[in-house]
């Protein structure tokens, strides 16, 4: 059994189930067939939110890299070139070294890490002159150069080694 017209022509073209209205009546003859509408379904939208998803991560990443680069000292590793500050001497700090108990000398390291080659054992009470620090993995490391010591050393140590004057 068919469906009740209700009053409507059973030739005409069925309403649009979406409630948009008509269909409409067909093109006339011999003219080109209009081009498919888009698709807009929800992977529309989704993948916009996508882009701008990836985006604004991108942007995060590059500002967080440009603020570590920007806080960075040109050379972390070998700490600031002796009289780079405008040809002006950087400020010098007097130190003492001092040994952990149960040790007799500390540690003076090519670089600012614990595992860098060492330059030279010193002992307690080598008089030191800190030209520069840095942070490194949590720790804090001193650029130091010794005053009266024989052979005359440079490096870092860790601060913790160090009694400041």
Known sequence: MSEPTLGRDPAAPAPDPWGSGPAGPPPPAGSPEPPPAPARGPGRAIAGF????????GLCVGFIYWQRRAAAPA???QGAPEGS???AQP???RA????PEGHTKAVLRQTAAFDAPVVILLPAGTAVEVTNSTITKSQTWCR???VDYQPAASG????DVLKME
Not at 96 to 99: A, D, L, Q
Request: aromatic share 4%; hydrophobic share 55%.
């Open 156 to 159: 870092w140590m860790h601060a």
């Open 96 to 99: 003492t070294v001092k040994v």
């Open 144 to 146: 130091v150069r010794t």
């Open 75 to 77: 050379d972390a590793g």
């Open 91 to 93: 400020k010098t700090v």
């Open 85 to 87: 500050a405008g040809g």
């Open 50 to 57: 996508l882009a701008l998803g990836l985006l604004t991560a």
